[in-house]
């Protein structure tokens, strides 16, 4: 009776988990997230990643990105967008194009790199993307890493 009630709270703790990660949309698509973030008067939040190589990329995820604290936040806070630079995954060019061009921008050198920025057009219709801060793994969990996060936020207010 005990391996059934223990099987049946894995299973409930492991569905929750996933269900948790299926309500955050990631974005690829850089002007599709600024036309969300402006209409929705949100930040944009840029996750640089090696998705399927860095430690630390894959440890932030799992320690924050999928947690319920981090979720709530993210709905209420900012666009997520995430510019993966794979190893083995392949990706279109048009995605690996727009994924340097930002690396570049942002003078990213090192995964996980976490960008957090104001969708800005100017009169003309140009876009931009001022920056407010920007941040890494962080010990101790989403608290922690909320924390750091809230900051840069409360930063740019």
Avoid at 40 to 69: A, H, M, P, R, Y
Avoid at 113 to 120: A, F, L, S
Avoid at 135 to 151: S, Y
Wanted: glycine share 6%; charged share 25%; with cysteine.
């Amino acid at each position: 009776m005990k391996k059934v009630l223990f099987t049946l709270f894995l299973a409930v703790l492991i569905s929750a988990s996933s269900i948790a990660q299926e309500r955050l949309t990631w974005h690829t698509d850089m002007e599709k997230a600024f036309d969300i973030a402006t209409k929705e008067n949100k930040k944009l939040f840029l996750f640089f990643t090696g998705s399927d190589w860095c430690g630390w990329c894959i440890k932030l995820q799992n320690e924050v990105f999928k947690t319920s604290d981090f979720e709530k936040w993210a709905n209420d806070n900012v666009v997520l967008v995430e510019l993966d630079f794979p190893r083995r995954t392949p990706q279109e060019e048009t995605l690996k194009a727009q994924n340097r061009q930002l690396q570049g921008m942002f003078q990213v050198r090192g995964y996980p790199t976490v960008h957090i920025v104001q969708p800005e057009k100017n009169p003309e219709g140009r876009k931009n993307l001022k920056s407010l801060g920007k941040t890494g793994f962080v010990r101790g969990g989403a608290q922690k890493w909320l924390a750091v996060a809230n900051n840069i936020i409360k930063g740019s207010s």
